[in-house]
T-cell receptor, first 117, second 113 residues
Framework: AQTVTQSQPEMSVQEAETVTLSCTYD???????LFWYKQPPSRQMILVIR??????QNATENRFSVNFQKAAKSFSLKISDSQLGDTAMYFC??????????????FGAGTRLTVKP | DTGVSQDPRHKITKRGQNVTFRCDPI?????LYWYRQTLGQGPEFLTY????????KSRLLSDRFSAERPKGSFSTLEIQRTEQGDSAMYLC???????????FGPGTRLLVL
């Protein structure tokens, strides 16, 4: 079974600074996808970034980038130039690859990020 | 395209009552997922549909839970004889197909008294 671990329940960062959220996972699969989702207070969950395990290049989306270490089963999220609107719960998620898999996602417990002015 | 919608957004019920939630996925998304999220935790998978077929159910989905997607469009999740342990946020997500990114709705927050 796949498990996802986020070891930082809470983090804070000053506006305009950089912060890194950690995520590790356990799987015997070779091919899979990893995601970071953001859930602002009382708002719906939105996708931040997605990484295909077969790609060596780390995914980036504007101020958001990941450090994907497949051998170490590590998938950290770096937020540059933090903004007040980045305040949210951040969830790391794993999804198996393959058309015959149900593609349900396994989520970590989340990291609550607060951006301070 | 207005995204995934869920109704109601909040539901308070007494133990033992039945409740039903609705999810409208993004149009043309053929996969629809239900998750449950308890306070301080990440979402946990409950079940999913491909078109109108329910293809997988988690062991979390007891006999009191049933889900349908009658015409491959919207879906309903019913909980019979609710228990206090059912109190949670119920999230719906949809995707265009296999291995595609899932897009989440705002959730239905259930409180069982």
């Amino acid at each position: 079974a796949q498990t996802v671990t986020q070891s930082q329940p809470e983090m804070s960062v000053q506006e305009a600074e950089t912060v890194t959220l950690s995520c590790t996972y356990d799987t015997s699969e070779s091919n899979y996808y990893l995601f970071w989702y953001k859930q602002p207070p009382s708002r719906q969950m939105i996708l931040v970034i997605r990484q295909e395990a077969y790609k060596q290049q780390n995914a980036t989306e504007n101020r958001f980038s990941v450090n994907f270490q497949k051998a170490a089963k590590s998938f950290s999220l770096k937020i540059s130039d933090s903004q007040l609107g980045d305040t949210a719960m951040y969830f790391c998620a794993f999804m198996k690859q393959g058309v015959y898999n149900n593609n349900d996602m396994r989520f970590g417990a989340g990291t609550r990020l607060t951006v301070k002015p | 395209d207005t995204g995934v919608s869920q109704d109601p957004r909040h539901k308070i019920t007494k133990r033992g009552q039945n409740v039903t939630f609705r999810c409208d996925p993004i149009s043309e998304h053929n996969r629809l997922y239900w998750y449950r999220q308890t306070l301080g935790q990440g979402p946990e998978f409950l079940t999913y549909f491909q078109n109108e077929a329910q293809l997988e159910k988690s062991r979390l989905l007891s006999d009191r839970f049933s889900a349908e997607r009658p015409k491959g469009s919207f879906s309903t999740l019913e909980i019979q004889r609710t228990e206090q342990g059912d109190s949670a946020m119920y999230l719906c997500a949809s995707s265009w197909g296999v291995q595609e990114t899932q897009y989440f709705g705002p959730g239905t927050r259930l409180l069982v008294l």
